[in-house]
């Protein structure tokens, strides 16, 4: 979707480093999403903001935080990465209704 | 805690025959649940979207079932195509947090 884009797009990265992801929306969205999806899993919820500067944790939260400084950047951060991050992240944003979804950032932990 | 499931992770089904999707939630107080298709190495594409003061919903070859007494969530597909073929997702928003389940593949046999 042209409305919400995610960089980068692949990343490799060292154990022990810290990685940023960004999740760019152009819909003035007030929510949004950090998701993960494993092979044979769902996504499960890392973090979401409902507003600038408003977050709170999802259900896999441990390793990983987030800023939203802008209405339409959502970050994502792991402090240092693990093996156990290497996944597929998504982000979605939406305004109450109606949430769309990235192409996802595919990161290998090495 | 919140959870939303699915009770068949692999639907098979000829093309042209109709498909059943189902899926369970356990929040009685989610208002709003959406149902999302997603291809291999892309991230979800919204689907067809149903509110709590709804119990059906009609799209194009698509129709969403809501049943709030046993808290059940369905997707039909008329006419099913090899180009529906894809892992589909129902989600629900409970207050800010867009929660999904395990997800259902679906093939379709020509």
């Known amino acids: 979707d042209a409305g919400i884009t995610q960089s980068p797009r692949h990343k490799v990265t060292e154990t022990g480093t810290p990685v940023t992801l960004r999740c760019h929306q152009t819909e003035n969205h007030r929510y949004m999403y950090w998701y993960r999806q494993d092979p044979g899993h769902g996504l499960r919820l890392i973090h979401y903001s409902y507003g600038v500067k408003d977050t709170d944790k999802g259900e896999v939260s441990d390793g990983y935080s987030v800023s939203r400084s802008k209405t339409e950047d959502f970050l994502l951060t792991l402090e240092s990465a693990t093996s156990s991050q290497t996944s597929v992240y998504f982000c979605?944003?939406?305004?109450?209704?109606?949430?769309?979804f990235g192409s996802g950032t595919r990161l290998t932990v090495v | 805690g919140e959870s939303v499931g699915l009770h068949l992770p692999t639907l098979s089904v000829q093309e042209g025959d109709n498909s059943i999707i189902n899926c369970a939630y356990s929040?009685?107080?989610?208002?709003?649940f959406i149902w999302y298709k997603q291809e291999s190495g892309k991230g979800p594409q919204f689907i067809i979207d149903?509110?709590?003061?709804?119990d059906k919903r009609q799209g194009q070859r698509v129709t969403v079932l809501l049943n709030k007494t046993v808290k059940h969530l369905s997707l039909q597909i008329a006419a099913t195509q090899p180009g529906d073929s894809a892992v589909y997702f129902c989600a629900e928003l409970n207050g800010n947090k867009l929660v999904f389940g395990a997800g259902t593949i679906l093939r379709v046999k020509s």
């Open positions: 979605a944003s939406g305004g109450g209704y109606g949430y769309t």
């Open positions: 929040n009685s107080a989610s208002d709003y």
């Open positions: 149903i509110r709590s003061n709804m």
